[in-house]
């Protein structure tokens, strides 16, 4: 932007100098001349027309004029003609250049516009895949803990009635478990299984003292 600035500042200040030797090679060169001498007659009578014509003065016959003005007047009338074709071209040129860059950001705000709309697509996507993963996980814990709620409660209901149970679509059996042990079970029983009294082998064999010394006395 900033080069396209000076450019057209550096146009514009060299085409004064330039309209300037338009005008000398006018004076010095006849077929500049005679150009010029057509051009500024034409131009002439042109004006002097469209003065009858709009402003309503009467028709005069119309003097052309002499050959040191219409020299003067064309070389003047061409070096304002480069001067505005060179203003026209630099005008046309920036409103190019200003279209164009507008274009450009526009075509740029357009693809970064895509890009955002296909990356909201994308993670759109990504989010419903994800959603649709977390339903699927929720409903199996769900599931699982509705399994884990129903084990534990027939666990505990098993365990405040006792006995032998099972579970529901299970093979497996619980017994009856005793935590505490009663006393009985450590005592042994005096009585077989078959409930007669057990002899003593030590009263048997073993004779008592008071016996075998009374024996003893009593003798002859």
């Known amino acids: 932007m900033a080069s396209a600035k000076i450019a057209t500042l550096v146009i514009r200040t060299l085409a004064k100098p330039i309209s300037n030797q338009i005008k000398t090679q006018v004076k010095q060169h006849e077929t500049f001349r005679t150009f010029c001498v057509n051009l500024a007659q034409r131009m002439y009578r042109t004006e002097a027309k469209l003065r009858t014509n709009l402003l309503g003065e009467p028709a005069k016959h119309i003097r052309p004029l002499s050959e040191t003005k219409a020299i003067e007047n ?85 365990g405040l009635r006792g ?25 042994p029983s005096p009585y077989p299984s078959d409930g007669t009294p057990v002899s003593t082998p030590s009263s048997e064999k073993t004779p008592h003292p008071s016996s075998s010394s009374s024996s003893g006395t009593l003798g002859p």
């Open 74 to 158: 064309g070389a003047n009338a061409l070096a304002e003609g480069f001067l505005f074709g060179v203003a026209a071209l630099l005008i046309i040129g920036e409103t190019w250049r200003s279209s164009r860059s507008q274009s450009k950001r526009r075509d740029n705000v357009d693809d970064q516009l895509e890009d955002l709309h296909s990356k909201v697509q994308q993670l759109t996507e990504r989010t419903t895949a994800l959603q649709q993963v977390f339903d699927e996980r929720w409903e199996e814990e769900k599931q699982r803990n509705d399994e884990l709620t129903r084990i534990l409660e027939r666990v505990v209901e098993i």
């Open 163 to 187: 006995g032998w149970a099972q579970f529901e679509d299970t093979p497996l059996a619980l017994p009856r478990i005793q935590l505490a042990p009663s006393r009985a079970s450590h005592q």
